[in-house]
């Protein structure tokens, strides 16, 4: 057995799935009898993680001498029979479509504990899962759900390499607290789901692919393809048709690095529309208890994805942008320049105007980025457990229009006296940067509304809970944030 399998895991969670001292986990050792149905890669993994963490395995095989130089020595490998009959706990990992061969041990496993860690094989959704079948078969044992989340690998590598949630939920709590007690001691965060309804959930859980990126990947890559199209038709077909020019070399990385930023900034001002919409909905409607419309209460959960999309473009943009120098293209078109100046006579090229635009919106891009990046970071759940709701909220509002705001002076300062500039509309259409601005302009315009105090106050009772229609007298405390319900006085 490796040796780290041997090790007691750092840390240990509670019945919210909360972590706990190592100690506290310690107290509750016993030396209970755990059998495993089942010797195939999951039985095996799960057998040494259990072997580790101090319990007595018995694995029942229906060929047990051909099985048992798989597991650990420490392991009894014997009948299905006998380790049914042994244990209080049995973990049944076979595949469900072979759960019925069990049926025989029946009266072995009358009262215990059955732990069904099956997968389906494909997403399931109506009928009853597999748990709730076992759950039919074996009427007189208490069948809990769980562990079907993890693989095989993790169970063996004790589960640094991988997710520690488990998912856990039974008909019966005394048999759900046992198992949750023995996920913990395995070094895992049980989650319990609840009843033995919930199996079909946790049975689907494996199939789910970042379940709540479709929406904002999908409107990524729809701007992506619009502004791709609309720069490519403005920089690479415009020169093509009138000048008879060909520049299809712009297209890997010019016209991308127009694309990228142009998505960065549009996306980073969904993230903030949504917000303002739920605010005037709530100042229309004089009250907060008024559910959403649908799309925007979906919108609103969507924010996080839409702006870690938003950070991956700006990420790659600010990429793009620092190798623009050093692609050939670049030199010879550096070259060209000196050799024309020289012809014409130009000595000087410096161009205040140009030096200042440049210094500026290159300054002002990485203030952005990093504004994003500190965003970015305080979304992963290590970082956000580690400072409180108001920190969050300053760092994700307050700081998060300082990151619009920083980013649309970037956009601004590029596009400098541009748009007065008619070269700039080829085939009669605006340069990229201005249609880009259309709504993060609007959005901090909008947010500046709301700040008005008269709205801002109006918002902000509404928020703490008044309505229009209630005709309730409602007077704000001094300082809203700090203290609670207390200052509110209803006639
Ligand atoms: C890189 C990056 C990472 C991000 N990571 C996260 C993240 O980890 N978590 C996250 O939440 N956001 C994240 N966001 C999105 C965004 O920063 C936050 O949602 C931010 O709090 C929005 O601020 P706001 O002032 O617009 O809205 P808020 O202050 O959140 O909301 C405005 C008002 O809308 C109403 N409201 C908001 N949500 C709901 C709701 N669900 N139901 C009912 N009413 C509601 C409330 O009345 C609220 O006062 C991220 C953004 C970026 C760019
Ligand atoms: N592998 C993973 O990473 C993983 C992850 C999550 C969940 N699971 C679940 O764990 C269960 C086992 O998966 P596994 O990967 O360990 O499968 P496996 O390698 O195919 O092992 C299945 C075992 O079931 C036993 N078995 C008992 N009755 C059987 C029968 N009638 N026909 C065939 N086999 C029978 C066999 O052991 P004997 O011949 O010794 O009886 C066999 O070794 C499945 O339900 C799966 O969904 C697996
Ligand atoms: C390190 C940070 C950044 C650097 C170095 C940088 C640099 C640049 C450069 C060089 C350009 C001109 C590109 C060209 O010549 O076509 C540009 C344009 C632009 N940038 Fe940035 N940028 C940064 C961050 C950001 C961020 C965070 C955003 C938005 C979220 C952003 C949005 C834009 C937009 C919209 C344009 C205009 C694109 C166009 O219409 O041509 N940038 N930036």
Same mark, same amino acid.
């Given at each position: 057995?490796?040796?780290?399998?041997?090790?007691?895991?750092?840390?240990?969670?509670?019945?919210?799935?909360?972590?706990?001292?190592?100690?506290?986990?310690?107290?509750?050792?016993?030396? @209970?009898?755990?059998?495993?149905?089942?010797?195939?890669?999951?039985?095996?993994?799960?057998?040494?993680?259990?072997?580790?963490?101090?319990?007595?395995?018995?694995?029942?095989?229906?060929?047990?001498?051909?099985?048992?130089?798989?597991?650990?020595?420490?392991?009894?490998?014997? /009948?299905?029979?006998?380790?049914?009959? @042994?244990?209080?706990?049995?973990?049944?990992?076979?595949?469900?479509?072979?759960?019925?061969?069990?049926?025989?041990?029946?009266?072995?496993?009358?009262?215990?504990?059955?732990?069904?860690? /099956?997968?389906?094989?494909?997403?399931?959704?109506?009928?009853?899962?597999?748990?709730?079948?076992?759950?039919?078969?074996?009427?007189?044992?208490?069948?809990?759900?769980?562990?079907?989340?993890?693989?095989?690998?993790?169970? @063996?590598?004790?589960?640094?390499?991988?997710?520690?949630?488990?998912?856990?939920?039974?008909?019966?709590?005394? !048999?759900?607290?046992?198992?949750?007690?023995?996920?913990?001691?395995?070094?895992?965060?049980?989650?319990?789901?609840?009843?033995?309804?919930?199996?079909?959930?946790?049975?689907?859980?494996?199939?789910?692919?970042?379940?709540?990126?479709?929406?904002?990947?999908?409107?990524?890559?729809?701007?992506?393809?619009?502004?791709?199209?609309?720069?490519?038709?403005?920089?690479?077909?415009?020169?093509?048709?009138?000048?008879?020019?060909?520049?299809?070399?712009?297209?890997?990385?010019?016209?991308?690095?127009?694309?990228?930023? /142009?998505?960065?900034?549009?996306?980073?001002?969904?993230?903030?529309?949504?917000?303002?919409?739920?605010?005037?909905?709530?100042?229309?409607?004089?009250?907060?208890?008024?559910?959403?419309?649908?799309?925007?209460?979906?919108?609103?959960?969507?924010?996080?994805?839409?702006?870690?999309?938003?950070?991956?473009?700006?990420?790659?943009?600010?990429?793009?942008?620092?190798?623009?120098?050093?692609?050939?293209?670049?030199?010879?078109?550096?070259?060209?320049?000196?050799?024309?100046?020289?012809?014409?006579?130009?000595?000087?090229?410096?161009?205040?105007?140009?030096?200042?635009?440049?210094?500026?919106?290159?300054?002002?891009?990485?203030?952005?980025?990093?504004?994003?990046?500190?965003? !970015?970071?305080?979304?992963?759940?290590?970082?956000?457990?580690?400072?409180?709701?108001?920190?969050?909220?300053?760092?994700?509002?307050?700081?998060?229009?300082?990151?619009?705001?920083?980013?649309?002076?970037?956009?601004?300062?590029?596009?400098?006296?541009?748009?007065?500039?008619?070269? @700039?509309?080829?085939?009669?259409?605006?340069?990229?940067?201005?249609?880009?601005?259309?709504?993060?302009?609007?959005?901090?315009?909008?947010?500046?509304?709301?700040?008005?105090?008269?709205?801002?106050?109006?918002?902000?009772?509404?928020?703490?809970?008044?309505?229009?229609?209630?005709?309730?007298?409602?007077?704000?405390?001094?300082?809203?944030?700090?203290?609670?319900?207390?200052?509110?006085?209803?006639?």
């Amino acid at each position: 057995m490796p040796e780290e399998m041997q090790q007691a895991l750092i840390e240990r969670g509670d019945d919210k799935g909360r972590c706990r001292p190592l100690e506290v986990c310690m107290s509750e050792f016993d030396t @209970q009898v755990v059998g495993i149905l089942g010797t195939g890669d999951f039985s095996r993994s799960l057998a040494r993680r259990l072997v580790a963490s101090g319990y007595r395995v018995v694995v029942g095989s229906r060929t047990p001498k051909h099985a048992v130089a798989l597991f650990p020595e420490e392991a009894e490998v014997t /009948s299905q029979l006998e380790a049914a009959s @042994q244990a209080d706990v049995v973990f049944v990992a076979i595949f469900p479509e072979h759960h019925a061969t069990l049926l025989e041990l029946k009266t072995a496993l009358a009262g215990k504990i059955l732990v069904d860690v /099956s997968n389906s094989s494909q997403i399931k959704r109506a009928g009853p899962s597999h748990a709730e079948r076992l759950a039919d078969m074996f009427p007189e044992s208490f069948i809990v759900k769980g562990l079907n989340t993890i693989s095989a690998w993790v169970l @063996q590598t004790g589960s640094r390499d991988g997710s520690r949630q488990v998912f856990l939920c039974s008909d019966s709590s005394k !048999a759900k607290s046992t198992v949750l007690a023995m996920c913990r001691r395995m070094g895992f965060c049980p989650v319990d789901m609840g009843l033995l309804s919930s199996s079909r959930e946790i049975e689907n859980l494996p199939f789910y692919l970042f379940p709540s990126w479709g929406t904002p990947i999908l409107i990524t890559l729809i701007l992506f393809i619009f502004f791709y199209l609309y720069n490519f038709v403005r920089d690479v077909v415009h020169p093509l048709v009138k000048a008879k020019k060909s520049v299809f070399y712009k297209m890997p990385i010019e016209t991308v690095n127009v694309t990228l930023p /142009s998505v960065a900034l549009v996306m980073l001002a969904l993230v903030y529309m949504p917000g303002l919409l739920a605010a005037l909905v709530q100042l229309r409607r004089g009250t907060k208890y008024d559910r959403f419309p649908n799309w925007l209460d979906k919108w609103l959960t969507k924010r996080k994805q839409f702006g870690l999309c938003s950070f991956l473009c700006a990420a790659m943009h600010a990429i793009y942008s620092l190798c623009l120098p050093m692609r050939q293209s670049a030199r010879f078109r550096l070259l060209n320049d000196a050799f024309k100046q020289v012809k014409e006579g130009v000595e000087d090229a410096w161009s205040d105007e140009g030096v200042w635009r440049m210094e500026l919106y290159v300054s002002v891009g990485i203030i952005a980025l990093g504004l994003l990046s500190l965003l !970015a970071i305080t979304s992963l759940p290590s970082v956000a457990d580690n400072i409180n709701w108001r920190e969050f909220s300053f760092i994700q509002s307050t700081l998060g229009y300082c990151t619009l705001s920083m980013a649309t002076v970037h956009t601004l300062l590029f596009g400098w006296d541009r748009a007065f500039d008619p070269s @700039q509309y080829r085939f009669l259409l605006p340069p990229t940067f201005m249609v880009v601005l259309i709504l993060p302009v609007s959005v901090l315009l909008v947010r500046l509304i709301l700040l008005l105090p008269c709205i801002a106050q109006q918002l902000r009772q509404i928020r703490r809970g008044w309505e229009r229609s209630r005709h309730i007298r409602f007077i704000l405390p001094n300082d809203d944030r700090v203290t609670g319900f207390d200052n509110v006085s209803h006639v």
